[in-house]
Structures are given as C-alpha cells and as structure tokens.
C-alpha cells in the first residue's frame, strides 16, 4: 500500500459508522447535500439558486466547498456563504483548520491514484493554506464543524458524511470500491452498524448511486461525486443530492426512492464558459490544480451515468454467482 502524505487517513477522522446511531439534528421534507463544489463560486450560485426553487428545502454542504478558491475574495465569499447553512467539514477544511502533521491533503489517496496525483494535490492544499491564513476567524470556524450529520426525512434516518460510513476521507464509498464484493460487503456492514437507511457521501469526485441489499430495511447510497465540477463525459455540470418526501419533478438526472422517500441526483447547472477564466487566473497553465483537473473541468471525466447508477442485484457480483 502507498504511504506518505495525501495517503493517510489520520485517526482524528475516525468515528465509526455507530456514531450515526445519534439521534438527528435536522429534520426536513426536502434536503438537499452537496459536497465538491471545489471552490467553483459560479457552482455555488447556482445552487443556492436549485435550492430556492423548492421553498422550505434545507441545505447541507458534506465538505470539500473549498479547493481551487486561492483568490482570497472567492475565498471569502464561499466559506462565508456555506457557514451560513449547515455543513461538515471535508478533509480539505479540516487540513486548512487543523493542519496534521504528514497529512497533506488528508485526501487518504488509495493505490488507485497515482503519486503525481497525491503530490499535486499536497501542493494545492499548501497554496490554498495561503490563502485561508488571510481569514484566521473563518478559518477556525471551519475546523469547529461537525464530520457528519444525522437528519430525518418523514421518518427515515440519513447520514449525511464526507468520506464513507467511518471516516472523513475514507473510500469506501468510491464508485471503484462499490464495483467489488469485498466493497459492497463493506458498506452493507457500514449500513448495519449505522441504522440510516440513507446515507448521502461525497470525496471520492465520481457519483454513485448505489442500492444497498441484504440489510433489513430498504436502504441506499448515495454519494453526489462534485457539486462544483463536471461528473459525466461531456456534461459539464455539477451533481447535488436530493432527499424528499416530494417528487423531483423534472429536477432530477435519476434516482429511486427508499421507504417512500425521494433520493436522486440534480444537475447543479453552472455557467462553464464563466467559470473557466476564472479557474484560469487561479491555477493557470503549468499549474498544479491545472494539470489535475483542466481537462475535467472542460470535458467532463471519462465516467458515464450508466456507471454511476446500481440499483439491481446485477450490480453485486457476488450475489449474481
Ligand atoms: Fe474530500
């Protein structure tokens, strides 16, 4: 297994899938989670934007709101707007409050991503510590935020995470794990220590949805990939998670419902051809976020919807021997 910094999973971002036994915090008919908006402001407009068109609809931002945002004015205006709704904290908030020693990005990379990757985003994080060290207030703010999120929607328990059911940057949740027997037998376990029967992740950067068999109640994954960068090939937008007792109502790219509730994915349709110069006086060419996510943000990720979607049985290999 690769180690050094950006590979780690620090101990602090531990808790351990019972620690979502807690009892909710939040409870809402509509809740809509977002992590990854990457620090793309254009992303967040629209957003907010998405949100306020279901009057009455919560917000929650699962981590990662910031990441390309070294202009200390998009900065600014990202951390304060989030801090403004309810959020957790991503591995990237928690290194910008609480830097860990050999932690890096405290992106806990597995073996999948390669070490020019890990080293780019160790770099990004320093340069964007740069800028957060402008704003001590916001900044200490951030590391007070919780690492996850218990809520209700019309009776049914969803934990809202960054990483995977035990871990702030844990990958258990990655569309990569999802797609063996030994990781979908990791997140039913993380399901049956849990009790949620909704759990709506984000940081591993592709979208899942994902039916979670075998455990007794009817229970899903959901895990939004981006809300501030593309997720699909040619489709540049970003992904939200919508949890409802109402219909998405044209809103969504697809979903399925859990005990009656509406869970789907929504397009966080920004406006690319703004976003892109700006992306660029940040991290021009040469740069580091440049090189990592340019092409992404300009032509989306080779990852298609079909990939994201695993609703039946086919997709648990283990159950189709
Ligand atoms: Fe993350």
Same mark, same amino acid.
């Given at each position: 297994?690769?180690?050094?910094?950006?590979?780690a %999973?620090?101990?602090?971002?531990?808790?351990?899938?019972?620690?979502?036994r807690?009892?909710?915090?939040?409870?809402?008919?509509?809740?809509y989670?977002?992590?990854g908006l990457?620090?793309?402001?254009l +992303?967040?407009?629209?957003?907010?934007?998405?949100?306020a068109?279901?009057?009455?609809?919560?917000?929650?931002?699962?981590?990662?709101?910031?990441w390309?945002?070294?202009?200390?004015?998009?900065?600014?205006?990202?951390?304060?707007?989030?801090?403004?709704?309810?959020a957790?904290?991503?591995?990237?908030e928690?290194?910008l409050?609480?830097?860990?020693?050999?932690?890096? %990005?405290? %992106?806990?990379?597995?073996?999948?991503?390669?070490?020019?990757?890990?080293?780019? /985003?160790?770099?990004?994080?320093?340069?964007?510590?740069?800028t957060? =060290?402008?704003?001590?207030?916001?900044?200490?703010?951030?590391g007070?935020?919780?690492?996850?999120?218990?809520?209700?929607?019309?009776?049914?328990?969803?934990?809202?995470?960054?990483?995977?059911?035990?871990?702030?940057?844990g990958?258990?949740?990655?569309?990569?794990?999802?797609?063996? +027997?030994?990781?979908?037998?990791?997140?039913?376990?993380?399901?049956?220590? /849990?009790?949620?029967?909704?759990?709506? /992740?984000?940081?591993? %950067?592709?979208?899942?949805?994902?039916?979670?068999?075998?455990?007794?109640?009817?229970a899903v994954?959901?895990?939004?990939?981006?809300?501030?960068?593309?997720?699909?090939?040619?489709?540049?937008?970003?992904?939200a998670?919508?949890?409802?007792?109402?219909?998405?109502?044209?809103?969504a790219?697809?979903?399925?419902?859990? =005990?009656?509730?509406?869970?789907d994915?929504?397009?966080?349709?920004?406006?690319?051809?703004?976003?892109?110069?700006?992306?660029?006086?940040?991290?021009?060419?040469?740069?580091?976020?440049?090189?990592?996510?340019?092409?992404?943000?300009?032509?989306?990720?080779?990852?298609?919807?079909?990939?994201?979607?695993?609703?039946?049985? =086919? +997709?648990?290999?283990?159950? +189709?021997?």
């Open positions: 297994m690769a180690e050094g910094p950006g590979r %999973c620090p101990v602090s971002y531990r808790y351990g899938a019972e620690a979502l807690a009892e909710p915090s939040l409870a809402a008919d509509t809740l989670v977002a992590g990457y620090g793309n402001p +992303a967040l407009d629209a957003l907010l934007d998405l949100v068109s279901e009057p009455g609809a919560r917000l929650v931002f699962n981590g990662d709101f910031n390309f945002d070294v202009n200390p004015e998009d900065f600014r205006r990202i951390n304060e707007t989030v801090l403004a709704h309810l957790t904290r991503g591995n990237v928690t290194e409050a609480q830097p860990g020693k050999d932690a890096g %990005c405290g %992106c806990g990379y597995p073996d999948w991503v390669g070490d020019a990757e890990v080293m780019r /985003s160790n770099r990004i994080q320093e340069r964007l510590r740069e957060a =060290q402008q704003f001590p207030e916001l900044t200490a703010r951030l007070a935020l919780p690492m996850f999120i218990v809520a209700r929607v019309a009776g049914v328990k969803v934990g809202i995470v960054h990483g995977d059911g035990g871990s702030l940057a990958w258990a949740f990655s569309q990569e794990a999802l797609a063996t +027997a030994e990781g979908l037998a990791a997140a039913r376990a993380a399901f049956g220590s /849990s009790g949620v029967s909704i759990m709506a /992740s984000s940081h591993t %950067c592709l979208p899942v949805l994902q039916r979670i068999a075998d455990v007794p109640r009817e994954l959901i895990n939004n990939g981006a809300a501030g960068m593309p997720n699909f090939r040619g489709a540049l937008h970003g992904i998670t919508r949890i409802s007792v109402h219909p998405p109502e044209g809103r790219l697809y979903g399925t419902t859990v =005990q009656g509730v509406h869970v994915a929504v397009s966080v349709v920004y406006d690319a051809e703004a976003w892109k110069p700006r992306f660029l006086e940040q991290w021009p060419a040469g740069s580091d976020a440049h090189m990592s996510y340019f092409n992404r943000i300009t032509q989306g990720p080779t990852y298609t919807m079909g990939d994201a979607v695993r609703l039946g049985r =086919q +997709a648990e290999p283990e159950l +189709a021997l």
